[in-house]
Each structure stands twice: as structure tokens, then as C-alpha cells.
């Protein structure tokens, strides 16, 4: 289908050359077009790098914040692990220092220092200084085990540092262990121990370092957040900009963009005319061409049948061939009435809508009513064929789509002018959110642009309790279509 004919002056009528588009565009609409770009294209390089500087700020800034807690926190648990040990030694210290290498002072002294703990993770544990496990309340499974050899995930000798810590008169050690609130998950850890020379012994606990890491996560999402309001914040400005930018760009070309609206619904409606004119062509040569030759097919077909069955039974497969051609017929047929009906140009717009309502209700489990009243004037071409295309489009959606037992198309004369109507009771939908969705709602954006390209207007209200869609041209609007 072409779309680009010309006219008979021979100049081309599909308006290529819009206003403004051309090498002979109009030099003031260029000129506003520059200032427009001059004003926005500073504002938004400032923008960017104003919020560039903005996020390259927070994030320095939240290194920082993320060092000094690290840096306090790690201090203060430094101090408290300290004092747990110190506590639990002085708890054995009378043991220790009265009980000499008797057997039960060390184990009463194994048993009180079982006994301590502090929160759910806060426990102590023994160990010789040839690295076997004495004690560990969380972890009985490794009393008695020799622990030398153990290594971390990151592969550093955990037992081998803490008992040199231990010998070293007391330190702090980095490593992981097992969690016993999280079910035995590694996390990293940080020890303190010192050592029980006369006994042999290394005495210590530690504190999980893992809830530092979920603190310093959320230093990072409050960072995060911030950064992001300050963002908006800044790019709310930029809107506001540029939409006072494009307010004055728009007071500017507004005599240009009329015009451009004028040229493209007149393109629109050249586009539709001609689509409906091809529409036409392919209907009447479906119609007086490809019908007639399968109707010379089938009688010929029939023709032979009846000669053959005279002498003997015909072979089955002319029955099945007879059928299909038949049907090839019938499709032909619809489809020549579906491109181009040809009540719609000889018996008008009402006798179209009641021969579409009633080919509707007979092919469907739709039951379908016309009420078509009979305009006092003939209406022009493209308003006929517009209010024909409408009342097609939403019989396709109602049997597609609506789920409905009735549908009633409806044509009236209100007020000089005419309104289509096309009811259903179907389940109903959101016109809104249809036409937001741009892989959907074809058919009502088909309808709305056939109704707008003749000075009409569509209105479709839909529910649980059905769909309405509306079609009206009024009396000063048929005449300019």
C-alpha cells in the first residue's frame, strides 16, 4: 500500500518536509531551537558535575566514617577482652598459685572456667602450650584433640599464633571460627590470651567480628540513602530547569507546532484513505476475481462428480476436495467482506452495522442486538467508514477479550450529530493502564487515532459490569471531515 501519492499538481502530499526540518527550514524557528540548546546543554553539564563532586564527596567521606569506627570499635573490644580474661584468671588464680601440679586443683579450675561465659558467643578456652585442647565449653568435640596443625580459610596456623601471643606475656589475635549462634558458620574472630606457665596452660577468649561488618553495612546504606536524597534532590532542580527551559521553548514554536499537528492529522487521514481505498481494491478483486474462479472450480468439480457417479461410485477423495474448495470459498467471501463490506458504499452506515452485528451473533457464543437509526443526511465517506472501522475494532475485543454474553451496537442522531455505541457485559478491563502498556491496547489507540483524524471523539468506560466504548462526530466537526 502506498501512502506517498501525489496530487494532481505533482507535488508529493506526504509531508516530508516538515517545518524546521529541511535546509529551508525557517531561520528564526532555527534560531529558537539554538538558544533552547544553548540554555539546556550548560544547565546540564553543571548538573552532572555538581552531582559528580556530590557523590565523589559522600564516598571519601564514608571511607573515613567507615576507618574511625572500625578503628573505635576494634579499641573497644580490645579493652573488654582484656578484662574478661583478666577476670578469669583471677578467678583460678587462687588454683594456680596454692594447688602447684596437683590434678584437682587443675580440674576445679577447668570446671570454673567452663562455668564463665558471657552472651550466647562469649566463652573461654584451655589449651596446652603444645597446642591439645583442655577445655571448650561450645566445642566438646575437641577436648583432647592435638590443634597444632589447625589452619583458618585464610590459611593462617590459628592454635600457633594464639600460643605465641600466650608466651609473648599476652595479645590479640585475628582469625576465624566456628559461631555457635550461627549454627557453626565461619566469622571472623578477634582473641585474647595469656599463659598459665606452671600449669603449661594458655588461657583465652574472643569476640565475633561480624557484627562490626553489619554495622559498617548500615553506615553504608544510610550513606547510600543520603547520597540518593541529595541526588534526587539535585535532579528535581535539574527538572524544574529544564522544564522552564522547555515552558519558553514551547511558548516559542507554539505557531510551529500547530501547524505540524494540522499536516500530520492530514497525513493521518490520507493515510487512512488510502488504506481503506487498497482495502477496497483487494476486496473486489477477492470478490469478482479469486471468488469466481473457485466458483468455476466447484462446478466443474461437481460437474465431473455427477458424470462419474452415473457409471460407478466417485472416488472419496473429490468429496474432500469438493469440501475444502468450499470452505476456500467461504473464507474468501468473509475476508472480501471484512476488507471492504459492500453495504457499507451502497446502502450506507446502518445497514453495514446491522449486517456486521448479525454475521457477529452467528458466529460466535456472543448473542448481539443493533439499534441503528438512519441519519437525515448522508454522512461523509470517511466518517462512514471511521464509525464502521470503530464498531469492528470493538466486536474483535469483545470476542477476544470481554468474556460477555450480549453486545449491543448502537447508532443515534444527538444533536445534528451522530454517536456509535458498542456495549458489552463482560468482565471489563483498565483503559488506563492498556493504553500505558505499549505491547498492548493496538486496537483502542487504532480507535482513537480514526476518530481524531475526522474531528471525533472516542470514549471507552470499562468495569466489572462491562465496557462502553462511545464514537461521536459532531454537526461542526462532520463538516470540516
Known amino acids: 500500500m502506498e501512502t506517498g501519492k501525489q496530487s494532481p499538481s505533482g507535488k508529493d502530499t506526504d509531508m516530508g518536509t516538515e517545518a524546521g526540518a529541511g535546509p529551508g527550514a525557517d531561520p ?3 534560531l529558537r531551537t539554538k538558544i533552547v540548546a544553548l540554555a539546556v546543554v550548560p544547565l546540564l553539564i553543571t548538573l552532572a558535575l555538581v552531582m559528580a563532586l556530590v557523590r565523589h564527596q559522600a564516598e571519601d567521606l564514608a571511607r573515613r566514617e567507615r576507618a574511625l569506627v572500625e578503628q573505635s570499635y576494634l579499641q573497644q573490644r580490645r579493652s573488654e577482652l582484656r578484662s574478661y580474661v583478666d577476670l578469669a584468671v583471677s578467678t583460678v588464680r587462687p588454683l594456680y ?36 585442647s583442655l577445655m571448650h565449653s561450645r566445642q566438646p568435640e575437641l577436648v583432647g584433640r592435638m590443634l597444632w596443625d589447625l589452619r583458618d580459610p585464610q590459611g593462617r596456623p590459628t592454635i600457633q599464633q594464639l600460643i605465641a601471643q600466650a608466651q609473648a606475656g599476652g595479645g590479640f589475635v585475628e582469625y576465624s571460627w566456628p559461631k555457635p549462634s550461627l549454627g557453626g558458620q565461619l566469622a571472623p574472630k578477634l582473641g585474647y590470651v595469656t599463659a598459665l606457665p606452671h600449669w603449661n596452660w594458655m588461657v583465652g577468649t574472643g569476640l565475633y567480628l561480624d557484627d562490626i561488618e553489619a554495622t559498617q553495612a548500615g553506615l553504608e546504606r544510610q550513606v547510600g540513602s543520603n547520597v540518593g536524597a541529595t541526588m534526587w534532590w539535585i535532579a528535581g532542580f535539574a527538572a524544574l530547569g529544564l522544564a522552564a527551559i522547555s515552558a519558553c521553548g514551547l511558548l516559542l514554536n507554539l505557531s510551529e507546532h500547530r501547524t505540524s499537528e494540522a499536516r500530520m492529522r492530514l497525513l493521518a487521514r490520507r493515510v487512512v484513505q488510502s488504506q ?28 465431473a462428480v455427477e458424470d462419474i457417479e452415473r457409471e460407478r461410485p466417485a ?6 476436495a469438493l469440501r475444502h474448495l468450499n470452505e476456500a470459498l467461504g473464507e474468501v467471501r468473509r475476508l472480501s467482506h471484512e476488507l471492504r463490506p459492500a453495504l457499507l458504499d451502497t446502502l450506507g452506515l446502518p445497514a453495514a452495522l446491522e449486517h456486521l452485528a448479525r454475521a457477529f451473533g452467528e458466529h460466535g457464543p456472543v448473542t448481539a442486538f443493533a439499534d441503528v ?7 461523509p465517506q470517511d466518517v462512514t467508514t471511521a464509525l464502521f ?27 445534528g450529530g451522530v454517536q456509535l455505541e ?60
Open 422 to 481: 458498542v456495549r458489552d457485559d463482560g468482565r471489563g478491563f483498565d483503559p488506563a493502564a492498556l493504553q500505558r502498556d505499549p505491547r498492548r491496547g493496538i486496537g483502542l489507540r487504532n480507535m482513537h487515532e480514526r476518530m481524531e483524524g475526522i474531528g471525533g471523539r472516542l470514549q471507552v468506560r470499562s468495569g466489572p459490569g462491562g465496557t462502553r466504548v462511545v464514537a461521536e462526530v459532531h454537526p461542526d466537526r462532520m463538516g470540516a471531515a
Open 276 to 303: 481503506e481505498e487498497e482495502r477496497g481494491h483487494l476486496a473486489r478483486e477477492l470478490h469478482d476475481g479469486t471468488s469466481q474462479t473457485l466458483v468455476s472450480a466447484k462446478l466443474l468439480i461437481e460437474s
Open 373 to 379: 437509526a438512519q441519519p437525515p443526511e448522508p454522512l
Open 97 to 132: 598459685e596454692a594447688g602447684g601440679d596437683d590434678p584437682k586443683a587443675r580440674e576445679e579450675a577447668i570446671r570454673r572456667l567452663a562455668a564463665l561465659d558471657y552472651g550466647s558467643d562469649g566463652y573461654f578456652f584451655v589449651y596446652d602450650l603444645q597446642g591439645r
Open 28 to 30: 528564526a524557528a532555527r
Open 389 to 415: 472501522r470503530v464498531a469492528q475494532e470493538a466486536l474483535t475485543n469483545v470476542r477476544k477479550h470481554a468474556q460477555a454474553r450480549q453486545v449491543h451496537v448502537t447508532l443515534e442522531c444527538v444533536g
Open 315 to 320: 472416488p472419496p477423495t473429490l468429496a474432500i
